[in-house]
């Protein structure tokens, strides 16, 4: 690991313990409406990959109505679950904020390629082997630039099979080149840019010309 990577990592560390305990309130708050709205279980867990071969449980707050069949990614054939308290918490974000364990324990990144299901790891080897050399992350250049394309091409679809189709065929190989792209010029620098991005959307990666 170089130098680079050990201080981004550090980085992630360090804002991981400020933030929780600056907004701990706030998960508070967030876990106890989703009890009074949706009950239990509050924390939605699903195995992602850190590596090809290295899993770990991704925590979220729960957004949706439990289906023990669930599997692949979100689409409309989904959407039908998705809880009013879900659709809040998706708006803002907030369903994300349990992630701030997975940094601690050095699953994840602040920003890096979204955390795949191990059955796009495995039906896509030589594209995850590349991607997954940096860490998963809550956000990250594919996440930014390619959501709502991503968005308006599942919303196309029909069924649980056909959003498959599409996202295996049009969304994985785009996002991973969005990704690989941004590891090569990776930095302290653009990392904090694109979070400040993600979390104000008026803020942009290219530095504007006067």
């Given amino acids: 690991m170089n130098l680079n990577r050990k201080l981004l990592y550090l980085l992630d560390f360090l804002y991981a313990v400020g933030l929780t305990i600056l907004i701990s309130p706030l998960i508070v708050y967030v876990a106890y409406v989703v009890w009074r709205n949706d009950g239990w279980p509050i924390i939605y867990k699903s195995e992602r990959m ?19 069949s669930d599997s692949g990614v ?12 879900g659709v809040w918490l998706r708006r803002k974000r907030l369903d994300e904020l349990p992630q701030l364990w997975n940094i601690l324990r050095g699953d994840m990144s602040f920003v890096g390629p979204r955390a795949p299901l191990r059955r796009y790891v495995e039906k896509f080897p030589e594209i995850y082997a590349e991607v997954l ?24 679809t029909k069924t649980a099979e056909e959003t498959e189709t599409v ?7 785009r996002k991973a080149r969005l990704d690989l792209l941004y590891a090569k010029r990776r930095n302290p620098c653009t ?20």
């Fill in 133 to 156: 050399k940096e860490r998963p992350g809550v956000t990250g250049m594919a996440s930014m630039a390619f959501h709502r394309t991503e968005e308006r091409l599942l919303s196309k």
């Fill in 191 to 210: 990392d904090q840019r694109l979070m400040w991005a993600t979390v104000f959307k008026n803020v942009t990666m290219h530095r504007r010309r006067r």
């Fill in 74 to 85: 979100t689409g409309p054939s989904k959407s039908a679950r998705i809880t009013p308290t």
């Fill in 50 to 68: 850190r590596s090809p071969d290295r899993a770990f449980m991704l925590w979220k707050f729960r957004t949706m109505k439990r289906d023990p």
């Fill in 167 to 173: 996202y295996c065929q049009r969304c994985i190989p």
